[in-house]
């Protein structure tokens, strides 16, 4: 595609739900990262995957996250068990290879009533 | 801990003005510094990619500066119009452990009036 895509683009949930937020990354790029973007906290770096090494994870707020990416390709965020205080716009980005200029999605904007 | 501050919060301005903002970070061991905007509602827009060997960079109308060792960037927009009416974010692309992460600012609110 032309860039990164994000489905859904915007999702509303009930407290105490999981959720799947998904991301395609622009083609033949191997870094792939989530962030996260709210009211009080600003853009917060969530977790990155490059290649098949083992993903950064060390943004993730709670083990309630976790993020998988499969073939190299397409990722998915899952938010188990979802709180008022997860209600954050996530944002998905793509780069060619890690510290390269990085590509974000539209987002996906999750709101836990 | 990297933190980058952006100067300032929000700024108005009459259409055809230059302007500056300004993004300032603690830790000067980065990798690369990236400059995006973001319109209301919207993912972000990559602007310019300033390398940490680099002093600076263009794309039309905007010219961003690098002082690593100060810890300073600059973006500079010439001839202002309303569609620059975002927000813009500097980022900071940190080396060693933290590679692979940016860190943001949290942004400047520009309105450019007509």
């Known amino acids: 595609g032309a860039g990164v895509s994000q489905s859904p683009s915007n999702k509303v949930t009930e407290k105490g739900k999981d959720v799947e937020l998904r991301c395609d990354p622009i083609?033949?790029?191997?870094?792939l990262y989530w962030y996260r973007q709210s009211l009080g906290q600003g853009l917060e770096f969530l977790i990155y995957?490059?290649?098949?090494?083992?993903?950064?994870k060390s943004g993730l707020p709670s083990d309630r996250f976790s993020a998988e990416r499969t073939g190299g390709s397409v990722s998915t965020l899952t938010i188990q068990r979802t709180q008022q205080e997860d209600s954050a716009v996530y944002l998905c980005?793509?780069?060619?290879?890690?510290?390269?200029?990085?590509?974000f999605g539209p987002g996906t904007r999750l709101t836990v009533l | 801990k990297q933190e980058v501050t952006q100067i300032p919060a929000a700024l108005s301005v009459p259409e055809g003005e230059n302007l500056v903002l300004n993004c300032s970070f603690t830790?000067?061991?980065?990798?690369?510094l990236q400059w995006f905007r973001q319109d209301p509602g919207k993912g972000l827009t990559s602007l310019l990619l300033?390398?940490?060997?680099?002093r600076e960079q263009t794309s039309g109308r905007l010219n961003a500066s690098l002082d690593k060792s100060s810890g300073r960037s600059t973006l500079y927009i010439a001839a202002s119009q309303p569609g620059d009416s975002a927000t813009y974010l500097c980022?900071?692309?940190?080396?060693?452990?933290?590679?692979?992460?940016?860190?943001f600012g949290q942004g400047t609110i520009l309105t450019v009036h007509p």
């Open positions: 980005a793509s780069s060619l290879s890690p510290g390269e200029e990085q590509f």
């Open positions: 083609s033949g790029h191997t870094a």
């Open positions: 995957f490059q290649g098949n090494s083992a993903p950064d």
């Open positions: 830790d000067s061991a980065i990798y690369n």
């Open positions: 300033i390398q940490s060997s680099q």
């Open positions: 980022a900071v692309h940190a080396g060693g452990t933290s590679y692979g992460k940016l860190t």
